[in-house]
């Protein structure tokens, strides 16, 4: 019984040791999963807002634009009203490892001629590439459009580069790619 009552409870400082290294252990495979997690889930910004671009694209293109409005007539459009219309190349400020405000309004007249815009800050660089603003464009299966995001999420001046290319089915359509281009996705 005086053995019993002498017994001090607590852990001896090998299972200390022991805690110690298992939670070393498991944070030192943890932390880079999570840091890779993070990263996957900031370039899901990219494909998301390339898409967007091209929906606001395709709904320029077949919408019906009036000479008026400022956009320039080519010899296949008829009348004041035309269709098949795109808009001229356009790119946003340089990507940075922090997230930026764009004012997409007045950043650049590619953008807001499409009526493409974010709510919230971005990662990426965007670019919309084209042959240059016109109306009339006729069916053909040459690109069109070329929509890129171009980011640099871990500040080492390595980016990263998402291309989304959209061209013209034979009923005059806008069709994108089946896929995004990606190259060296987590830089």
Same mark, same amino acid.
């Given at each position: 019984?005086?053995?019993?009552?002498?017994?001090?409870?607590?852990?001896?400082?090998?299972?200390?040791?022991?805690?110690?290294?298992?939670?070393?252990?498991?944070?030192?495979?943890?932390?880079?999963?999570?840091?890779?997690?993070?990263?996957?889930?900031?370039?899901?910004?990219?494909?998301?807002?390339?898409?967007?671009?091209?929906?606001?694209?395709?709904?320029?293109?077949?919408?019906?634009?009036?000479?008026?409005?400022?956009?320039?007539?080519?010899? =296949?459009?008829?009348?004041?009203?035309?269709?098949?219309?795109?808009?001229?190349? =356009?790119?946003?400020?340089?990507?940075?490892?922090?997230?930026?405000?764009?004012?997409?309004?007045?950043?650049?007249?590619?953008?807001?001629?499409?009526?493409?815009?974010?709510?919230?800050?971005?990662?990426?660089?965007?670019?919309?590439?084209?042959?240059?603003?016109?109306?009339?464009?006729?069916?053909?299966?040459?690109?069109?459009?070329?929509?890129?995001?171009?980011?640099?999420?871990?500040?080492?001046?390595?980016?990263?580069?998402?291309?989304?290319?959209?061209?013209?089915?034979?009923?005059?359509?806008?069709?994108?790619?089946?896929?995004?281009?990606?190259?060296?996705?987590?830089?």
């Amino acid at each position: 019984m005086r053995k019993l009552l002498k017994r001090k409870e607590g852990f001896t400082l090998i299972e200390l040791m022991i805690v110690v290294a298992i939670i070393g252990i498991l944070a030192a495979i943890a932390i880079p999963a999570f840091v890779g997690y993070l990263t996957r889930a900031k370039t899901s910004e990219a494909s998301g807002n390339l898409k967007g671009m091209f929906t606001a694209a395709a709904g320029y293109y077949s919408n019906e634009m009036w000479a008026t409005r400022g956009v320039n007539v080519t010899a =296949g459009a008829t009348g004041l009203a035309s269709t098949a219309c795109i808009v001229g190349a =356009g790119i946003t400020p340089a990507p940075t490892n922090q997230k930026q405000n764009i004012n997409w309004a007045t950043e650049e007249a590619a953008f807001s001629g499409i009526g493409f815009t974010t709510r919230d800050a971005t990662y990426y660089q965007y670019e919309i590439f084209s042959p240059g603003a016109a109306c009339g464009i006729t069916a053909t299966t040459a690109s069109v459009y070329s929509f890129r995001a171009y980011g640099d999420l871990d500040g080492d001046t390595n980016t990263s580069m998402y291309e989304l290319a959209a061209g013209t089915n034979a009923q005059n359509e806008l069709m994108r790619a089946p896929g995004i281009y990606r190259e060296a996705e987590l830089e």
